[in-house]
DNA sequence: AAATTAACCTAACAAGTGTTAGGTAGGTAG
DNA sequence: CTACCTACCTAACACTTGTTAGGTTAATTT
């Protein structure tokens, strides 16, 4: 799916256009502080023309939500797929982190705007999106579930709770990413390192 | 600060009335998504009374950012500062959890709101917030600061981008928190315990 | 060449928005 | 009792918003 990639330089024209400069408009102004005059100005064409293409604004944040969940869910999937087949455990999780934030922080409009203005829609537009959601809700939940099987993880540890967690902080990273420091790769790394491992020094001997 | 604890039962009259009804109809609606003559309502007045008491809509904006970082800045210093003397330093990093999540969770219209619209607003707007935001993160930075100079926290952990995943991950929690499992506290004290020792299973004998 | 289609434009509509200026009424102070 | 203050109300304003219906034009099909 092309349209996740928000491309500057030349704005795609007609519906993939639409698409593309709601996202970011959306990320930048919340659900409804952005209008349809706006989006259309940086779609490179008049307001009214929008309804050729959409039945309504909601059915274009519709659209846009549902891409965001598909396009991180393509990533963690991908990335974790792409593995050799005797993969230990956390290379597993680290390939899951390494592809949501991929997705997120690199290809983002969409899924930054799902994860921005989710809370904000009327409560159709948010129903509408849940279906895709819960799919990728439970391909991390039957990821994290097989490494327990696995032992590898460590008693105590609440499944529900860490994919929560974990979606949470990564999705968090739209805040304050700046690829100046790192790409999102190196950050990926770095994020799945603290989760696997804590910030504790357990051995002692670095003071 | 009162304003902060959002009483359904009654509606505050005037000014913290309306404070109150715009901080919890911003998490709900965005910034842009929430008008003036919706927040009167919600406060019992009309929308031209706002005036008396605010400038313009975002001045009401502006107060409730500040007092949503203000409130957990204070939250988590309380929990720290409550600690005895000779606290471990695993102990000093779940009170700022815990503190900085019950401020978010049980008290949080305001907090929600700032974390929510912060990126939403106009650039002025967003301004203006930046000196309590930046002094709630100097706060947290030299705490985790302190904990790395004990030894307590393992080498290759950065801390600047330790704080960013803490706070990212424990703001993000507003988007599920539901108290039917569990209180602000259990939960304070499961994340706690997942940053601080990681999710890997190190002594192999659970399996 | 005429008809059709895709992709727009335009003007207008009804409703909504932040704001202003003038007014009201109850309570308090002198 | 009068004057002042607080905390609202109201009507109006200029502008904005999502949407509709009718129109245009270039490209393609018949």
Redo the contacts with the bound molecule.
């Keep these: 799916m092309s349209v996740t990639k928000t491309n500057a330089e030349k704005p795609e024209?007609?519906?993939a256009?639409?698409l593309n400069a709601a996202a970011s408009l959306f990320c930048q102004h919340g659900y409804?502080?952005?209008?349809?005059?706006?989006?259309?100005e940086a779609a490179?064409?008049?307001?009214?023309?929008?309804?050729?293409?959409f039945?309504?604004?909601?059915?274009i944040v519709t659209e846009i939500l549902d891409a965001g969940i598909l396009s991180v869910h393509d990533e963690a999937r991908a990335a974790v797929e792409a593995l050799p087949n005797d993969t230990t455990p956390d290379a597993i999780f680290r390939a899951a982190v390494r592809g949501h934030l991929h997705a997120l922080l690199e290809h983002g409009d969409y899924t930054s705007a799902n994860v921005r203005i989710f809370g904000q829609v009327p409560p159709a537009v948010r129903d509408a999106n849940l279906p895709v959601r819960k799919a990728y809700e439970k391909y991390l939940d039957d990821l994290l579930s097989d490494l327990q099987a696995t032992g590898a993880i460590r008693e105590g540890v609440s499944l529900s709770r860490l994919r929560l967690l974990l979606i949470g902080a990564l999705n968090a990273t739209l805040e304050w990413f700046d690829p100046e420091q790192g790409g999102a790769e190196a950050l990926a790394d770095d994020y799945a390192d603290t989760f696997l491992n804590g910030i504790l020094n357990k051995t002692g001997d670095n003071t």
Tied chains: 1, 2.
């Excluded at 409804?32 to 259309?40: D, F, K």
């Excluded at 490179?44 to 293409?53: F, L, V």
């Excluded at 039945?55 to 059915?59: E, G, Q, R």
């Design positions: 024209v007609g519906r256009g639409i409804g502080g952005v209008s349809l005059r706006a989006i259309a490179g064409i008049k307001a009214g023309s929008i309804y050729y293409h039945a309504s604004k909601d059915a």
